[in-house]
């Protein structure tokens, strides 16, 4: 995996991607879960490789199952808009959930906006609050927005202008 970074990054050796693919392979085909997400990245974007969205599926699924966040946010996403799957939004929020229970502010913010949809969970305005403050005290513009709307017209909250002021206020800034 080590040797894989170098060649990614040009540290040391002269950075070139089709050694890196090479070198994240072997480490991925052993289970390390870090190669598996960098091979799926690679097979995503087609850097060393060609693109290959079912090989990069393949990737990132081996390492969200092994816990790794960005896989498990990506994969969200995945099921989420129906890219190279079909759109599943149960899958989605499963995904999302594993993330943001593991502090990614991105998947926070999603899971709030699945919550509030009501898209692949049972809509809850209350729980769409929690994950929001979550991904908003991280500072995601978008998350503090929306959590001062809640506190505005008083959804899933009692109408509070001077949280909503202070939530609108951060969005802002």
């Known amino acids: 995996y080590n040797v894989g970074v170098m060649h990614e990054m040009g540290e040391g ?11 994240y392979t072997l480490a991925a085909e052993q289970g390390y879960v870090f190669a598996q997400y960098n091979l799926a990245l690679k ?17 990132y699924t081996q390492a969200a199952e092994r816990g790794h966040i960005k896989a498990q946010y990506n ?8 890219t190279n799957v079909l759109e599943d939004d149960e899958a989605a929020f499963g995904w999302f959930k594993l993330a943001a229970e593991q502090a990614d502010g991105r998947a926070e913010y999603q899971l709030a906006s ?3 949809r ?8 209350l729980a769409a609050i929690r994950w929001y403050t979550r991904a908003a005290e991280k ?9 001062g709307l809640k506190y505005d017209i008083g959804r899933g ?3 509070n202008d001077e949280l909503a002021g202070d939530w609108y206020t951060r969005a802002a800034e």
């Open 157 to 159: 909250t009692p109408e």
């Open 75 to 82: 994969l969200g996403l995945k099921f989420d808009n129906g």
């Open 139 to 147: 500072g995601f513009a978008s998350a503090q927005f929306n959590l």
């Open 118 to 125: 009501g898209e692949g969970v049972a809509q809850s305005h």
């Open 13 to 23: 050796v002269a950075k070139y991607y089709k050694t890196a693919v090479k070198w």
């Open 114 to 116: 699945m919550y509030d």
């Open 43 to 59: 097979f995503f974007k087609g850097e060393g490789v060609a693109k290959d969205p079912d090989a990069a599926l393949k990737w």
